[in-house]
């Protein structure tokens, strides 16, 4: 049986360490391609970085 | 070709500039991909920042309210970014030459070891540390990334599963109790899974308010250079990058400190 982890992550997720450098770089850009529909809703904040919302 | 793969083979030409951090460097280590802006730990010189400059002007970048990408700032801490678009993409790339919770002896260990490095990127451990921030998404990172690491003290130190410290705890005894005292969660090991779970939860909660007061102590210390930055956002605009640098170190000189401890000096 398989024994009980804790789950951080999905298996999709963790399946980019089954892809060879080809399929993650075409899967890592279609994901980026498809992150694009939220611009509109973080236009004015950050991810990283000392600062958290860019001013009007 | 990826974009964030593309800036950091030009950001390395000829000498080693940058290291891709954060998000773009958890792809890298095959675990999630959960960003789609850049991060980068550059060189604290001049010329690595002019280079990059250089690099990003190419791309028609133009800043966001932030500090300049100079090293006077930037060895006070604060970040840098800059923002274009390109293939249907806005890219995001976000600067630092101090990465919150990187000691500078380690910073320095992380530059030797990226030497020759024809893709760096940051490290599993260091990761963990760059990824104590404020935000919930960034420990689901931390626990996973703990499990790429092999040597039992660093996974005592860095693992967010109760079941992975307690079953690495069983193999380690003596090193789980010499490590409560860096890590007080450890201590909770012995008294069990739920426990640790408890201990672990505000471990997190903790670090995460670290973090709120570090970006507290920033923003205060930017409060004036917000209030300016919807002018310079104006007058900058349309500018070619080193046109724009330029009127944005001019405006920040006086207005943003080099660093918050100049501001609120102790």
Redesign the interface.
Known sequence: MKP???E??SEE??A??D?DEAE??A???L???Q??AT?DLDART???????I??? | ???Y?DLTRKYNVGALRAVL???QAV?LH????????G?WILRETPAAMEHVRGVLAAHGARY???APLDVRWMEG?????LEFQEG???V?T???TRPARITAEDLDDLWNEQIGSPLPFVDVRRLVEIKKTNREKDY??I??LARLIANPREQLLVS?????LIRISEDHPALTRELGAERPALIAVASGIEALEIALDAERRQLMRINEQ??AA??AS?EEW??E??KVRREIAGMQLAEAHALVVDQALGVLPFSPEEDHPS
Not at chain 1, 46 to 52: D, N
Not at chain 2, 160 to 164: G, K
């Open positions: 009980i982890r804790d951080f992550l997720d963790l980019l360490g892809l993650l770089i899967w890592w850009n994901w980026l391609e992150a694009q611009n950050y991810s990283h970085g000392v600062f958290t860019e001013p009007e | 070709m990826n974009v793969l951090s954060s998000g792809v095959r675990l999630a991909i959960m960003s789609k802006d991060a966001r309210f932030g801490g604060w970040s840098s970014h249907g993409l806005r995001r976000d600067f630092v689901v990172i626990g996973e967010r599963s109760a079941r992975d570090r970006l920033y923003a930017a917000s209030l930055w919807p």
